[in-house]
C-alpha cells in the first residue's frame, strides 16, 4: 500500500519562502508520477505543479509559474515543492499526490487521475 507524508508547512510573512517535502513508502518510487494540490477554505482542490516519473518533465498552475518549483529524489522516495515568493492568496492546505504511470515523461494535471493521497500540510502566510 502506498503511504504518502507530508512536511514542511507553516505559517510564514508575505514574500517569505517554505519548502514541502512528500515520502512515499510502500512501493517503488521511480514507478510514480507526483504532484501537489491545494485546497483554500471554500475553494476545490486544485493542481499546484506535478513532475513525472523521471522527473523530466513538470507541470505548474499559472498562479505559482516562477515562483515555485516541483523536484524529486529518487534515491531519497521523496518529492518537494519549492515555494518562493508566497502571499497570502497561498494560503492552503498542500497536499501530495501519486499514481502509477506508464508513461516516464508524462505529468498529470487532473486530480481525479491520482490515486494516492497525503493527509496534507497547511501553508498560511500573512500579509
Known amino acids: 500500500q502506498v503511504q504518502l507524508v507530508e512536511s514542511g508547512g507553516g505559517l510564514v510573512q508575505a514574500g517569505d519562502s517554505l519548502r514541502l517535502s512528500c515520502a512515499l513508502s510502500?512501493?517503488?518510487?521511480?514507478?510514480?508520477?507526483l504532484a501537489w494540490f491545494r485546497r483554500a477554505p471554500g475553494k476545490e482542490r486544485e493542481f499546484v505543479a506535478g513532475?513525472?516519473?523521471?522527473?523530466?518533465?513538470?507541470d505548474y498552475a499559472d498562479s505559482v509559474k516562477g515562483r515555485f518549483t516541483i523536484s524529486r529524489d529518487n534515491a531519497k522516495n521523496t518529492a518537494y515543492l519549492q515555494m518562493n515568493s508566497l502571499n497570502p492568496e497561498d494560503t492552503a492546505g498542500y497536499y501530495c499526490?501519486?499514481?502509477?504511470?506508464?508513461?516516464?515523461?508524462?505529468?498529470?494535471?487532473?486530480?481525479?487521475?491520482?490515486?494516492?493521497w497525503g493527509q496534507g500540510t497547511q501553508v498560511t502566510v500573512s500579509s
Open positions: 499526490a501519486a499514481r502509477l504511470a506508464g508513461s516516464v515523461n508524462y505529468v498529470e494535471t487532473d486530480r481525479d487521475s491520482y490515486n494516492y
Open positions: 510502500g512501493r517503488t518510487f521511480s514507478s510514480y508520477a
Open positions: 513532475i513525472s516519473r523521471s522527473g523530466r518533465s513538470t
